[in-house]
């Protein structure tokens, strides 16, 4: 499988710089369609619930981050949760693959916390460089490792492990349990749960660096 708008980043996307909209970008017929158009890139019919969405916050402890990294936003629902948590000094990096997603992403989201590159997650460390980020705090991420071509799993879970400051956490949830054959032996064993209030269920597995 390939990745055809995968790109390294050319350039920054241009956000407006304003609040979060009033209503939330979760976007569930959306979603729908970029799962009819790709499935195993996107790899669910529905987005995250909020039982999930606050069990990522919870996991990553996003209220106490300064610098947060989402992969694989899709429609936005876990971006503004992770926002809404956020502190209003903290930032926040998207990585998107799918373009109609990130275009639906850049018309919902508005707070001039927030920023969206189109593109895949194996380029993380080069979108952190361009716009001169710090180490992440915390790195959530969707993507589906299970289906996704084995060297870019390889790739985005060596990046992860190597961005992520000494104490940080990387928060990945998924159906099926590859995520740990990539990233475990980068991070170590990680700790496992499953949010049943989600559909599917998924499994939540959190990592912590260790500290240097
Ligand atoms: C299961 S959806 C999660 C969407 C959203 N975060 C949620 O929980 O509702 C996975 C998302 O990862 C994106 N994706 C898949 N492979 C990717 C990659 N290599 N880099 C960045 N995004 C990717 C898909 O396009 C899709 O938006």
């Not at 610098?67 to 000094?89: C, N, R, Y």
Request: aromatic share 8%.
């Amino acid at each position: 499988m390939t990745e055809p708008t995968a790109q390294p980043p050319l350039r920054q996307a241009a956000l407006p710089t304003h609040t979060l909209k009033g209503h939330q970008p979760r976007g569930s017929l959306e979603f729908l369609r970029g799962f009819v158009r790709n499935p195993a890139q996107v790899g669910s019919i529905t987005p995250s619930s909020r039982y999930l969405e606050q069990r990522l916050v919870r996991n990553a402890r996003i209220s106490e981050a300064r610098t947060v990294v989402e992969l694989g936003p899709g429609t936005g629902g876990t971006t503004a949760a992770f926002l809404q948590a956020m502190s209003p000094s903290a930032q926040l990096l998207a990585i998107e693959l799918d373009g109609y997603f990130y275009q639906h992403l850049r018309g919902a989201i508005t707070d001039p916390r927030f920023g969206l590159e189109l593109g895949s997650a194996q380029y993380l460390i080069d979108y952190l460089l361009a716009r001169r980020m710090r180490a992440p705090d915390a790195i959530v991420s969707g993507i589906p490792f299970s289906t996704m071509p084995p060297l870019v799993s390889q790739r985005v879970a060596a990046a992860v492990a190597r961005v992520l400051r000494p104490g940080g956490r990387f928060v990945a949830y998924q159906v099926r349990a590859h995520v740990a054959d990539f990233v475990s032996p980068h991070l170590g064993p990680p700790d496992k749960e499953w949010e049943v209030v989600n559909m599917p269920p998924v499994r939540v597995f959190t990592w912590v660096k260790p500290a240097r």
